[in-house]
């Protein structure tokens, strides 16, 4: 099966044995796409309607069941942090340490008004997306989380760029750049790709 043959700059390749996961009898990265994008709107009304998840959002568990909502229905993993090292993210061992960390952080800022409302939400997807918890989907499920905690915030969602992140293009070239940005200590172009 060629799912890798055409991915985007920045998405990560299936590992070989976590391929072995996919639940559904699918041949081209366009099939998986389109489940994919059908698990993420189920996962996304789920938490639209469900009060009580959102209002505990987010928390270590949280994030795992949000990840299971989203690819559950194609991935056998899905909700279950990796446990091989890619070239993104932190070591498979540090994944529920790091996930914690910045639960507790995020928690603190906004009780504190550490940061202002628009950046806790950039550094919480940053950080989400740095530490790559999940085989893959992780920078979808960022960017849901992010609204998700705005909601439960009461602060606006991000228009994400104003455009698909998903396919190949000057919004997901500049959301790339924001990132890499965000990686350097500087979530300047963050925040403005998110506003």
């Known amino acids: 099966m060629g799912l890798d043959a055409d991915l985007p700059e920045g998405a990560t390749p299936i590992d070989p044995d976590e391929a072995e996961g996919l639940l559904l009898s699918i041949s081209t990265q366009a099939e998986l796409n389109e489940f994919e994008a059908l698990g993420i709107l189920g996962a996304r009304a789920w ?87 999940f085989p893959n989907g992780n920078g979808r499920h960022a960017r849901l989380a992010t609204d998700l905690l705005c909601e439960r915030e009461g602060w606006p969602r991000s228009p994400w760029g104003q455009g698909e992140i998903g396919p190949p293009g000057d919004v997901r070239t500049r959301y790339i750049a924001a990132l890499r940005a965000a990686d350097a200590h500087d979530v300047g172009p963050l925040l403005a790709f998110m506003k």
């Open 47 to 133: 938490a639209d309607g469900n009060r009580r998840f959102l209002r505990t959002f987010p928390t270590e568990p949280a994030l795992r069941t949000l990840h299971r909502r989203m690819f559950g229905t194609v991935w056998r993993w899905a909700g279950a942090y990796r446990r091989t090292q890619m070239s993104v993210g932190v070591e498979a061992f540090r994944i529920p340490t790091e996930v914690r960390g910045l639960v507790d952080d995020t928690e603190f800022w906004i009780s504190a008004g550490t940061y202002s409302a628009p950046e806790i939400a950039a550094r919480f997807h940053h950080r989400l997306v740095r530490i790559h918890p």
